[in-house]
């Protein structure tokens, strides 16, 4: 691939790794984490039960998996632009903001795709442009250098503030388990380029692969540096109890460095707006798009609404999925409680746990694998792409990767008193809501797999999708036909045949018709066989 190709591919994947993950997170993790501590398809790899997996991620990431809690973000910082962030805020305005947000960033995504990834790449230049300007000013604040008199704000300030950070740190697991499920929160969003792979072009040699490593690397590498500096800039600017205590990290740091004045309060709430709102249109533009290939290979009821693709080229069935539970959970969030917001944001990312864990294991177990072994080598042995080092590599970062989000699950189980971590005096949801609250969804999965794959076929019912790759359309995007098809077999369709008599004879009667009893079978026989033994919709997209 030429520089120049392979320079703008790159850019735009950048683009798509960059938008998630610089949310609001970064600004609102550092004193939940500090509080705490007080210092793409499984079933291809495991393949033992077909597509247990996949219902299983279906489930969480339909149900948990929404814009949810970038929504509430910004509808909380409008309100406390307008009212300051010590203010006591209506969890029903919140709520209702964040429903009107969601709306109309759905809105905007279902009429102009175009317009609407614009508007995506401006904010985000402009999230990169703050996390730098915050990090050259935690960098200056190491001399000691501010705008105002020290005398203003007396607590200490720069380097004294990174001595002894550890001198109050706490012991209980299950505070250092919501600070890692609050660091998970402010990076979770860099796979997200692996759900729009296909509308990303591969460039002169074809290679998708190759360009999106590159890409991916240049992009994490560089989130984790401006991450890093960011947190720096906070520790060295504010007090470990300014940053538990305070209403919002960034609204002390700017008042420290700048001086106390409305000012900080107002540009502190546009920063974490801006951040919301880029975050809520990235997930909503990459989620979309994995609820559609959800509803495509039949794991919803009513598959044909779910996979429809509008004349915009957007998903338009997953849209109004992904909207409604967006909506549903905002309008579930117990916001009254002192940890509602914290659970309502932290629930998808303690639910990713379980999906890190099995696509952990199946890095690490990749060697000995059948998934992973490369046909087209003559000894068929598992070989990584990504680097020259190989398993070498592989193996350690699947290992910290595997046993890092496995300790958070357990650590997540250990009682604890919210109210204790949190600082707080307020009623609480117990510690138990989230972990059992994610079995149960997962426990959904399990059963609606059963059902779907096992139960059904037992009964008669026979459903399954085929796909045809037709062509490309103009735009160069391929096009797929998608039939999903359905079959009664006995001993469904002799119920069938049983029952539907009786419902035409009812329909009838409403009707004020009247039928023979040979008409009645004849007719119910036809509607059977033609109806459901065997026909097809088409959905192309």
């Not at 720069?158 to 950070?165: E, P």
């Not at 909207?323 to 659970?343: D, E, H, K, R, Y």
């Not at 949801?429 to 994610?438: H, K, Y």
Request: net charge neutral; charged share 15%; proline share 4%.
């Amino acid at each position: 691939m030429s520089g120049p190709s392979l320079l703008v591919l790159t850019r735009n994947i950048n683009w798509d790794i960059f938008k998630q993950p610089i949310g609001s997170g970064v600004y609102l993790s550092p004193a939940s984490v500090l509080a705490a501590v007080g210092s793409k398809d499984i079933d291809k790899v495991w393949t033992r039960k077909s597509r247990l997996f996949t219902y299983i991620f279906a489930s969480l990431f339909v149900v948990a998996n929404g814009s949810h809690n970038n929504a509430l973000i910004f509808a909380q910082q409008v309100l406390f632009a307008s009212s300051g962030t010590n203010s006591s805020l209506d969890p029903r305005l919140v709520k209702f903001l964040a429903i009107v947000i969601t709306t109309f960033v759905c809105q905007i995504l279902a009429f102009s795709r175009s317009a609407y990834i614009k508007i995506s790449y401006v904010i985000i230049v402009i999230k990169i442009f703050v996390l730098c300007f915050i990090a050259i000013v935690g960098l200056i604040s190491f001399t000691g250098a501010r705008r105002h008199s020290p005398d203003m704000i007396n607590t200490p300030y720069g380097l004294t503030n990174l001595h002894s950070d550890f001198s109050k740190r706490k012991a209980d697991p299950y505070s250092y388990s919501l600070a890692m499920l609050n660091i998970m929160r402010a990076y979770l969003g860099y796979e997200n380029a692996n759900f729009i792979l296909t509308e990303v072009k591969t460039g002169p040699d074809a290679d998708e692969r190759r360009t999106y490593r590159r890409a991916a690397k240049v992009a994490v590498a560089t989130l984790c540096v401006l991450y890093f500096l960011v947190n720096i800039a906070f520790f060295s600017v504010c007090t470990t109890d300014e940053i538990i205590d305070g209403s919002e990290t960034l609204v002390t740091f700017f008042e420290k460095v700048f001086g106390p004045s409305e000012g900080a309060t107002l540009a502190t709430c546009i920063i974490i707006m801006i951040s919301a709102i880029g975050a809520l249109m990235s997930l909503t533009y990459a989620n979309v798009r994995v609820k559609q290939e959800i509803g495509r290979i039949g794991l919803l009821p009513y598959p044909e609404f779910w996979a429809k693709t509008s004349h915009h080229r957007v998903p338009a069935g997953a849209l109004v999925l992904h909207w409604i539970f967006t909506v549903l959970f905002i309008i579930i969030a117990p916001l009254n409680l002192a940890n509602g917001f914290s659970f309502i944001t932290t629930f998808y990312s303690y639910a990713h746990t379980y999906i890190s864990i099995a696509l952990g294991s199946a890095l690490l177990c990749a060697p000995w694998l059948s998934s992973f072994r490369h046909t087209d080598r003559e000894d068929g042995r598992f070989k990584v792409q990504s680097s020259r080092f190989g398993y070498w590599l592989l193996g350690p970062l699947a290992m910290i990767y595997t046993v890092t989000n496995a300790g958070v699950l357990v650590l997540s189980w250990f009682p604890v008193n919210e109210q204790q971590v949190l600082h707080t005096t307020l009623s609480t949801l117990p510690w138990w809501v989230e972990p059992v609250a994610v079995v149960c969804l997962i426990a959904i999965g399990v059963l609606w797999w059963y059902w779907d794959r096992i139960a059904l076929p037992k009964m008669g019912y026979i459903f399954h999708v085929e796909e045809d790759q037709q062509s490309f359309d103009r735009r160069g995007a391929s096009v797929v036909q998608v039939d999903f098809c359905r079959e009664l077999q006995d001993p469904a369709l002799s119920w069938w045949r049983f029952i539907l008599p009786a419902v035409n004879k009812f329909r009838r009667l409403c009707q004020g018709e009247e039928t023979s009893t040979e008409d009645e079978q004849l007719i119910g026989i036809t509607e059977t066989n033609s109806a459901y033994n065997s026909y097809g919709e088409s959905q192309s997209r």
